[in-house]
């Protein structure tokens, strides 16, 4: 099983070396070859995607990516920012179901910034869209206003728009995953106000009748944002478009205590998939040593669920995470009153200690 593995940038190195090192005493056949990206890649050879980066992704089974970005670089043209290559990934490699699972471990309901009974026990998945959408609609650009408010001053512009395929694919990838769960899948729209949601909406009903075992309501996105934060445990599955899912997920991290826990898959329609943490590059606490790994390592588990067909070996990590949490061990973000504050090594030690004794017992 063929693994490319690209940290990236800021605290990506740091986070994803422990993945590797966890993935490693697992003791599977895995082939893991390292290239830049983001803007790693661009100081290296001038661009954030290199082909020869993008090329190993296409040919490896499964891809464990670490965060792109850094203010230093946010005066660059846009093609050559480093978020080009996260996004050029999920183009080039199709990759248009994103699974951000929300899970808050008994452990860490004092870290979340919600009261400890709106958060215990909640395991909600975001389901996002994640190929389409206001982030690669076309048109895009900036001009003369011809019309509007202020003809003749300049304007910019971004085109949301979703085809039928592309909300049938997700819609059947969310009832699917709700099969496996709860039951229930929340459709969020803005379809009171945009076409290219109530469109949405309407191919979720369709789509919604093939699975008359799941329970499918709709919510708009700005209401979503506020039952996230006022009763979240009332989700299972929610599903929604590329630009209010990068929100609502978000949202949803924090309820887990921290974005630093929190796991992502992107898959394409064979289950080939990216793996990354849903936090960024933390450009602020990069270097430091102070990063919390478990988003990352958590990542490599769905790769070997999702991707590689090792469940086995994914409930071990998870259950050595578990595992280390439940000792106490706390990385900054998570960290409160009566635990061990430890940094990203020590964290990534604990795991691979927890995951050796697994294997011995
Ligand atoms: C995410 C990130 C990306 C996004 C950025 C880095 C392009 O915020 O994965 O959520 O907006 O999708
Ligand atoms: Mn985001």
């Not at 452990?107 to 190929?131: N, Q």
């Amino acid at each position: 099983m063929k693994i490319a593995v690209l940290p990236g940038d800021g605290i990506g190195p740091e986070i994803v070396d422990e993945a590797v090192r966890v993935l490693k005493v697992l003791d599977l056949p895995l082939e893991m070859e390292f290239a830049a990206v983001g803007g790693a890649a661009y100081e290296a050879s001038g661009h954030p995607l290199p082909a020869a980066t993008l090329k190993l992704a296409q040919d490896a089974d499964a891809v464990l990516f670490g965060a792109v970005g850094d203010w230093k670089y946010d005066k660059l043209d846009r093609p050559l920012r480093p978020e080009q290559a996260i996004l050029g990934l999920r183009k080039e490699l199709g990759l248009f179901a994103n699974f951000r699972p929300a899970v808050c471990y008994p452990e860490l309901v004092h870290a979340s910034s919600l009261k400890p009974e709106l958060v215990a026990g909640l395991d909600i998945l975001i389901i996002r869209e994640l190929t389409g959408d206001i982030y690669f609609g076309q048109p895009r650009g900036r001009r003369t206003a011809v019309d509007g408010h202020f003809p003749g001053s300049e304007e910019a512009f971004d085109t949301m728009r979703y085809s039928r395929p592309e909300i049938e694919r997700i819609a059947h990838v969310a009832f699917q995953a709700a099969r496996k769960r709860g039951k229930r899948v929340t459709s969020v729209d803005k379809a009171n106000v945009l076409e290219t949601f109530q469109f949405w909406k309407d191919v979720m009903i369709e789509v919604g009748a093939q699975y008359p075992d799941v329970e499918l309501d709709h919510m708009y996105v700005d209401n979503a944002a506020m039952q996230l934060v006022k009763a979240p445990k009332r989700f299972d599955v929610v599903v929604t478009g590329n630009m209010f899912g990068d929100i609502l997920s978000d949202a949803a991290a924090m309820l887990t205590g921290s974005i630093g826990m929190l796991p992502s898959a992107s898959l394409d329609k064979n289950n080939k998939g990216l793996y990354e943490p849903s936090h960024g590059s933390a450009p602020d606490i990069a270097g430091k040593g102070i990063a919390n790994p478990l988003a990352t390592i958590l990542s490599a588990a769905m790769m070997l669920k999702f991707s590689l067909n090792q469940p086995e070996a994914a409930t071990r990590i998870e259950s050595a995470v578990a595992a280390v949490l439940a000792q106490g061990l706390r990385t900054p973000d998570i960290w409160s009153e009566g635990t061990q504050k430890v940094g990203t090594r020590e964290m990534g030690d604990a795991v691979v200690a927890a995951i050796t004794k697994t294997i011995k017992s």
